[in-house]
C-alpha cells in the first residue's frame, strides 16, 4: 500500500501562485497515475490534474491553462503549480495514486491540504 504525503498548502491572493507537492512511500515501481483532487464542504470530490504513467495529462475545464501538473517518476512525487488562483479554487486538496496489484489498480489518497485563495 502506497503512502501519500502533501504538502505546500495554505493562503494565496488572488493572481498570485501557490506549489504543491506530494511524495509517494512504498514500491518505487508499483504507481500508474497520480493526480490531485479537491472537495469542498457539501459537494463531492473532483478531479483536478492527473498525469498517466507516460506522460499523458488530464486536466479539469475550470483550471486549465492556470493550473500544471509535474510528476518525477525517480522521486515518485507529483506537483501541482497554482498560478492565478480564484477563490473558487479554496478547497482541500487531496493527493491520489493508481498502484498497480495483481488484482488490479488499488487507489490511495493523502490526507488532504487545504488551500484557501482570499484577500
Known amino acids: 500500500q502506497v503512502q501519500l504525503v502533501e504538502s505546500g498548502g495554505g493562503l494565496v491572493q488572488p493572481g498570485g501562485s501557490l506549489g504543491l507537492s506530494c511524495s509517494a512511500s512504498g514500491s518505487a515501481l508499483s504507481i500508474h497515475a497520480m493526480g490531485w483532487y479537491r472537495q469542498v464542504p457539501g459537494k463531492q470530490r473532483e478531479l483536478v490534474a492527473q498525469m498517466i504513467r507516460g506522460g499523458g495529462t488530464n486536466y479539469a475545464d475550470s483550471v486549465a491553462g492556470r493550473f500544471t501538473i509535474s510528476r518525477d517518476y525517480a522521486k515518485n512525487t507529483v506537483y501541482l503549480q497554482m498560478n492565478s488562483p480564484k477563490p473558487e479554487d479554496t478547497a482541500v486538496y487531496y493527493c491520489?495514486?493508481?498502484?498497480?496489484?495483481?488484482?488490479?489498480?488499488?487507489?490511495?489518497w493523502g490526507q488532504g491540504t487545504q488551500v484557501t485563495v482570499s484577500s
Open positions: 491520489y495514486a493508481d498502484e498497480y496489484s495483481d488484482s488490479g489498480l488499488i487507489g490511495s
